[in-house]
């Protein structure tokens, strides 16, 4: 049995045939009839089958092996690096020749033809290019941090490299550490300062978890069944939305701040812009039914094709911070919770949890018969919603 020919031996017995001429980085090879992509220095890429090839073809455009001229390369040359470089200075035998060129900003370097044409160009420009980009990381880096942690951490020793290289961090407690920015851009902070943190929050008592917890996520949990022991045994909270969820205080207060499981599968990011809507959803019976809820996206969005050929959007609120919209639904939810839709799911997609059986805002005026209350998927601004035992307005 003849031995399986590989891409490698592709490349070896074209480049004993074709010598340097063709580039074919992109050559995946199958069988000897089955097409490969091959580069030409001039014109660019090509499919050959490789039996052609092998056997003196080449490229169809330069007639296989018909010279590259200087005003040829310049042409070419000029395609990929615009009118930036200067080849007044051009000489060459082949496509493996190291040949003069002249940047605008750093004067005569030399370069192989065949890697100019594939785009590389001036060394100097190209470490310039990659400081800039550089510093362009560490800026945006130093951003993000701020954003998590405040002014509280120095960053003038941080080398930045990327996300999941480690960065010399400055805590004005403890000193330098080092942390990937990747977790550090996400609240994890000083090591030290979080076994502080975990020792301090042992010794608490649950009235003093609870105040924080609030604290932290404001009126969208119920936290009645904690009963605290430690920082790492978990505690019963119940999420107005999705009931009881069991959660260890400290990764519910600190580190991550972590919250419902079943919020966090919505894919709702309290950090970012958020809307609160309040849609009617119609049932294959007709029945209308009522929804709350809270996404980052367009209604459009955030429903499946077959779900918006059954609601219509009522009204929708707009939050710069997302945990204010998430905070007035968790109120709704628990002010209107007699009336909750207990049957089967009506929503294709996630959502059936905060369905209501009446027109709980009573802002849906066309069903009353009053002036179109309509909004279309981007949600116009009409009224403030009555029966509520607080202030929802802009």
């Known amino acids: 049995m003849s031995k399986r020919v590989t891409t490698a031996d592709f490349i070896r017995r074209a480049r004993d045939v074709h010598g340097n001429r063709y580039d074919y980085t992109k050559v995946f090879y199958v069988a000897a009839r089955s097409k490969v992509v091959i580069i030409c220095p001039e014109h660019g890429e090509f499919k050959q089958i490789p039996a052609g090839h092998l056997s003196g073809r080449g490229c169809h455009e330069c007639g296989g092996n018909k010279p590259l001229t200087i005003a040829r390369f310049i042409e070419r040359a000029s395609k990929k690096h615009g009118n930036h470089y200067d080849y007044s200075h ?45 510093s362009h990381s560490i ?118 701040k972590s919250g419902c499981p079943g919020c966090a599968v919505s894919g ?14 119609k049932k294959d019976d007709g029945e209308l039914l009522y ?27 707009r939050f710069e911070l997302g945990q204010i919209a998430a905070e007035y639904e968790a109120n709704i939810i628990s002010q209107f919770n007699r009336y909750r839709y207990y049957g089967p799911a009506v929503l294709m997609g996630s959502g059936n949890t905060e369905l209501f059986t009446k027109d709980i805002l009573s802002l849906d005026k066309s069903h009353h018969d009053l002036r179109d209350a309509v ?20």
């Open 139 to 256: 800026q945006r880096f130093i951003e993000d941090a701020k954003r998590a942690h405040g002014n509280k951490y120095d960053y003038s020793q941080v080398r930045y490299v990327n996300a999941l290289t480690k960065v010399t961090i400055i805590c004005p407690d403890h000193g330098p550490f080092d942390q990937k920015p990747s977790n550090h851009i996400r609240d994890v902070g000083c090591p030290k300062c979080g076994d502080e943190s975990a020792a301090m929050i042992r010794t608490r008592t649950t009235e003093e978890f609870v105040q924080e917890a609030k604290e932290v996520h404001g009126a969208l949990y119920d936290y009645s069944k904690v009963d605290y022991k430690s920082s790492h045994k978990h505690v019963e909270i119940i999420c107005l939305v999705h009931g009881s969820f069991w959660q260890s205080p400290v990764n519910h207060v600190r580190g991550n």
């Open 375 to 394: 909004v279309d998927l981007e949600g116009n601004l009409i009224s403030r919603p009555r029966q509520l035992e607080f202030d929802l307005s802009e």
């Open 291 to 317: 929804k709350i809820g809270i996404t980052n996206l367009s209604i459009e969005r955030r429903f499946p094709s077959v779900d918006r050929a059954r609601i219509r959007v009522i009204r929708i609120w």
């Open 268 to 281: 709702f990011d309290q950090t970012k812009p958020g809307l609160l809507y309040y849609i009617a959803v």
């Open 90 to 134: 051009v000489q060459f035998q082949n496509v493996e020749s190291k040949i003069e060129i002249i940047c605008p900003d750093h004067g005569l370097f030399f370069q192989q033809l065949m890697s100019h044409l594939k785009g590389f160009g001036c060394p100097q420009c190209g470490r310039i290019n990659t400081a800039n980009k550089l």
